[in-house]
């Protein structure tokens, strides 16, 4: 869903403007991750993390009446010869903002065939791909890591000097022998307060991270904030105050948001419209991926050691940090390609 959105942007939005649009974009992410972190705050303490599962999936539900009102893209019409459906979309676009069609007409090429998996590994593009799945795994599994990684150090105190009063035990079977004991900490509510202060971290940044990306580039952008994320994981194994802890979370959390603005819209620019959709797809399910292995490192891994797990999510990023600024393109003011 979310690769689709940003397609169907990127190739609505001018070439000068894709690079402001879309970072802002994620003003509505944030506001999704706010509304989940204060429901939780209310409903899991008073009937259960179940209910606070289904009351989020409402909107899923609402957004799949709400698509057949998003309209298709003009440019993805034209190429596949439909040109009375891009012309029908594009003056509802000038009627929507009262201007007029400019004069002339359509002339995109209709594209013979569409993309191919193999046209992603063909000799133009091999490099690019590979290293955008790098990166696309890569800041996935920071983003998801992170986000859970602050549950888990909530969860362990990791302040100086502090230990938690909110242990519960819970004890599981039915006989002594088979009992086996359940610590459990219940989030108070000056973790859901720190949550929600770190995750207004995510668009902290979109000032520095639309400059970046409209002056320094999309690479390097992107290998600038790659490399503060691995600085700022380590920073987390740091012995601090309340204040410090909840200032490491602010930061990383800003900085893994902008990772991903980056990567979306350099993806998106990247490849050509015969490939774009294939292109975010196959770069998303590295994304889910990353999203999967993340859980292991951010509770696994860090129940048995906290600086084993930050090492290894600080190591990855500073390879993605070396990939995003070792590709092959700038796509920096680049019109959006028709074919490859």
Same mark, same amino acid.
């Given at each position: 869903?979310?690769? #689709?959105?940003?397609i169907?942007?990127?190739?609505?939005?001018?070439?000068? !403007?894709r &690079? !402001?649009?879309?970072?802002?974009?994620?003003?509505?992410?944030?506001? #999704?991750?706010?509304?989940?972190? +204060?429901?939780?705050?209310? /409903?899991?303490?008073?009937? #259960?993390?179940?209910?606070?599962?289904?009351?989020? *999936?409402?909107?899923?539900?609402?957004?799949?009446?709400? @698509?057949?009102? =998003?309209?298709?893209s003009?440019?993805?019409?034209?190429?596949?010869?439909?040109?009375?459906?891009?012309?029908?979309?594009?003056?509802?676009?000038?009627?929507?903002?009262?201007?007029?069609?400019?004069?002339?007409?359509?002339?995109?090429? $209709?594209?013979?065939?569409?993309?191919? @998996?193999?046209?992603?590994?063909?000799?133009?593009?091999?490099?690019?791909?590979?290293?955008?799945?790098?990166?696309?795994? &890569? $800041?996935?599994?920071? !983003?998801?890591?992170?986000?859970?990684?602050?549950?888990?150090?909530?969860?362990?105190?990791?302040?100086?000097?502090?230990?938690?009063?909110?242990? %519960?035990? %819970?004890?599981?079977?039915?006989?002594?022998?088979?009992?086996?004991?359940?610590?459990?900490?219940?989030?108070?509510?000056?973790?859901?307060?720190?949550?929600?202060?770190?995750?207004?971290g995510e668009?902290?940044?979109?000032?520095?991270n639309?400059?970046?990306?409209?002056?320094?580039?999309?690479?390097?952008?992107?290998?600038?904030?790659?490399?503060?994320?691995?600085?700022?994981f380590?920073?987390?194994?740091?012995?601090?105050? *309340?204040?410090?802890?909840?200032?490491?979370?602010?930061?990383?959390?800003?900085?893994?948001?902008?990772?991903?603005n980056? /990567?979306? =819209? !350099?993806?998106?620019?990247?490849?050509?419209?015969?490939?774009?959709?294939? +292109?975010?797809?196959?770069?998303?399910?590295?994304?889910? /991926?990353?999203?999967?292995v993340?859980?292991?490192?951010?509770?696994?891994?860090? *129940?048995?050691?906290?600086? &084993?797990?930050?090492?290894?999510?600080?190591?990855?990023?500073?390879?993605c940090?070396?990939?995003?600024?070792?590709?092959?393109?700038?796509?920096?003011?680049?019109?959006?390609?028709?074919?490859?």
């Amino acid at each position: 869903t979310a690769a #689709g959105r940003l397609i169907i942007k990127t190739e609505f939005l001018p070439t000068k !403007y894709r &690079g !402001y649009m879309l970072p802002l974009s994620q003003v509505f992410w944030l506001t #999704g991750s706010l509304l989940i972190i +204060g429901l939780a705050s209310v /409903i899991i303490p008073t009937i #259960g993390w179940r209910w606070l599962v289904r009351v989020a *999936s409402i909107p899923g539900i609402i957004l799949i009446m709400a @698509f057949k009102f =998003i309209p298709e893209s003009a440019r993805f019409n034209v190429s596949t010869g439909n040109t009375p459906a891009a012309l029908a979309t594009l003056e509802h676009i000038a009627k929507m903002n009262r201007a007029v069609m400019p004069e002339g007409k359509l002339v995109e090429p $209709i594209l013979e065939k569409r993309g191919k @998996f193999a046209d992603l590994l063909d000799a133009k593009y091999l490099r690019t791909t590979l290293q955008i799945w790098v990166i696309w795994l &890569g $800041i996935s599994f920071a !983003y998801y890591g992170v986000i859970l990684a602050s549950a888990e150090l909530l969860e362990r105190d990791m302040v100086c000097g502090s230990k938690s009063d909110s242990e %519960v035990v %819970v004890t599981q079977g039915d006989s002594e022998e088979g009992q086996s004991p359940c610590h459990c900490h219940m989030f108070a509510p000056s973790d859901y307060r720190t949550m929600i202060i770190s995750t207004v971290g995510e668009i902290a940044l979109n000032p520095l991270n639309i400059l970046g990306i409209n002056f320094l580039g999309r690479r390097l952008s992107l290998s600038i904030t790659m490399g503060c994320t691995a600085l700022f994981f380590l920073l987390l194994n740091i012995c601090t105050s *309340s204040a410090g802890l909840i200032g490491f979370l602010f930061m990383l959390r800003a900085l893994v948001a902008a990772n991903f603005n980056t /990567i979306y =819209i !350099y993806t998106a620019e990247v490849y050509p419209t015969t490939m774009r959709a294939l +292109g975010m797809g196959t770069s998303g399910s590295l994304c889910r /991926i990353g999203a999967m292995v993340a859980p292991f490192i951010s509770q696994v891994l860090m *129940s048995a050691s906290v600086l &084993g797990a930050l090492c290894l999510f600080s190591s990855v990023c500073v390879i993605c940090a070396i990939s995003a600024f070792t590709l092959p393109i700038e796509t920096k003011g680049r019109a959006l390609q028709q074919i490859k």
